[in-house]
């Protein structure tokens, strides 16, 4: 059980084009999601909360107008790089915190992560 | 202020041996968690332990143990009889109760040779 699905697992675009990166949680309900970025050898960073039916919160030094997340339902949280450039490319994981009891301490699941180059 | 540290950035050992990974934290909440996650290098981040801050019980599972000391903010990680496949970026990371955002250590980056 909670499975979370991100997909794409690797893309590969020119500079300029905007990308659509999809986090489903596939057996359970998520109102919370999370993206996250890793630079090669380097540990995972928090760019923004993802709120069902709200807007995202983002942190500090992360461009929103750049990094677009849209969590239209408790199931999908989509983060869009729009006109990405070679200095965009990353490794891109986003999480879901199951609606499960209260309060946030239920643990996050972890899709696998998408890894983008940008020519 | 919230912050992971490993201080080791990477291990190397010849397969059986035993080998920790140090964690050390840094939080004002009363109530917080802290996990182990492994990345193999197809990069998913795999799920090895949580452990909130009342109990203080150390774990074992297989060849894992985990060594919780609140009075020196650490909970380390050992692997004993280490093999190949344990070869990983380990992560240590603290969730906030306040703010439900998990904090990363840097990682440290095991190799296990044959």
């Known amino acids: 059980g909670a499975v979370v699905s991100q997909h794409p697992s690797r893309v590969i675009c020119k500079s300029g084009t905007s990308v659509k990166i999809e986090c489903r949680s596939l057996?359970?309900?998520?109102?919370?999601m999370f993206w996250y970025r890793q630079f090669p050898k380097q540990s995972l960073m928090l760019m923004a909360t993802s709120n069902e039916g709200s807007k995202a919160t983002y942190e500090q030094g992360v461009e929103k107008d750049k990094f677009l997340i849209n969590h239209a339902s408790l199931t999908l949280s989509t983060l869009t790089v729009t006109s990405a450039h070679p200095e965009d490319s990353s490794f891109y994981i986003c999480?879901?915190?199951?609606?499960?009891?209260?309060?946030?301490?239920?643990?996050?699941?972890f899709g696998d992560g998408t890894r983008l180059s940008i020519l | 202020a919230q912050k992971v540290t490993q201080a080791q950035t990477e291990i190397s050992v010849v397969e059986k041996e035993d080998v920790t990974l140090d964690c050390v934290y840094e939080t004002r909440d009363t109530t917080y968690y802290l996990f182990w996650y492994k990345q193999p290098p197809s990069g998913e981040l795999v799920f090895l332990i949580r452990r909130n801050s009342f109990d203080e019980q150390n774990e074992i599972s297989g060849r894992y143990s985990w060594n919780f000391q609140k009075s020196t903010s650490s909970f380390n990680f050992t692997i004993t009889a280490s093999q190949v496949v344990d070869s990983a970026v380990y992560f240590c990371a603290l969730l906030s109760s306040n703010t439900g955002k998990l904090i990363f250590g840097q990682g440290t980056t095991l190799q296990v040779k044959p």
């Open positions: 057996d359970f309900q998520a109102t919370t």
């Open positions: 999480s879901a915190r199951p609606n499960i009891g209260t309060g946030v301490n239920q643990p996050q699941h």
